[in-house]
T-cell receptor
Framework: AQSVTQPDIHITVSEGASLELRCNYS??????LFWYVQSPGQGLQLLLK??????LVQGIKGFEAEFKRSQSSFNLRKPSVHWSDAAEYFC??????????FGAGTILRVKS | DGGITQSPKYLFRKEGQNVTLSCEQN?????MYWYRQDPGQGLRLIYY???????QKGDIAEGYSVSREKKESFPLTVTSAQKNPTAFYLC??????????????FGNGTRLTVT
């Protein structure tokens, strides 16, 4: 079975600063990778996905992620964080049977 | 608007009672899923269904049951056998017959509190 590790439980950044959230996955033949965002008490919204092709993937809300097979990583980045980006972020990998396996999540706090 | 509706948003039950959480989708998706979310543990898969009248256990199915009698509905019953039922429950769906490995679309969740 596939697995996902998000090493950072909490991250705090200043508004306007750059952001990188880390994600490592267990090895799979062709990993299908996703980033989701969750506001408190809400469901998850898809930010971006990687299936194949260009290793730098653009998503919504100005986010991007880079797939690095050699490091088994799929880190999420944003050049300039806005206060509205404060939320919990989940990295996920597709398992057999079209099931998603999620990391434990990273809570992002934005300070003004 | 197409989407996934979970109801109710908050649910309170006494220990020992079964409770059913509703999930309805009008996205015409074949596959539906139930996840449980606990702080610091991410989302864990309870049950999933790839097609009507068929479903499979996920990683933490004990104490739960589901049915899939209609394409648009996938209710989850939390039974009295579930040892720690208080959690946030998320329902999701995907178009598994369309694009390969299409992403999951989530409802807004039901927070269940059992005392």
């Amino acid at each position: 079975a596939q697995s996902v590790t998000q090493p950072d439980i909490h991250i705090t950044v200043s508004e306007g600063a750059s952001l990188e959230l880390r994600c490592n996955y267990s090895y799979g033949a062709t990993p299908y990778l996703f980033w989701y965002v969750q506001s408190p008490g809400q469901g998850l919204q898809l930010l971006l996905k990687y299936f194949s092709g260009d290793t730098l993937v653009q998503g919504i809300k100005g986010f991007e992620a880079e797939f690095k097979r050699s490091q088994s990583s799929f880190n999420l980045r944003k050049p300039s964080v806005h206060w509205s980006d404060a939320a919990e972020y989940f990295c996920a990998v597709m398992d057999y049977g079209n099931k998603l396996v999620f990391g434990a999540g990273t809570i992002l706090r934005v300070k003004s | 608007d197409g989407g996934i509706t979970q109801s109710p948003k908050y649910l309170f039950r006494k220990e020992g009672q079964n409770v059913t959480l509703s999930c309805e989708q009008n996205l015409n998706h074949d596959a539906m899923y139930w996840y449980r979310q606990d702080p610091g543990q991410g989302l864990r898969l309870i049950y999933y269904s790839q097609i009507v009248n068929d479903f499979q256990k996920g990683d933490i199915a004990e104490g739960y049951s589901v049915s899939r009698e209609k394409k648009e509905s996938f209710p989850l019953t939390v039974t009295s056998a579930q040892k720690n039922p208080t959690a946030f429950y998320l329902c999701a769906s995907s178009d598994s017959t369309g694009e390969n490995n299409s992403p999951l679309h989530f409802g807004n969740g039901t927070r269940l509190t059992v005392t």
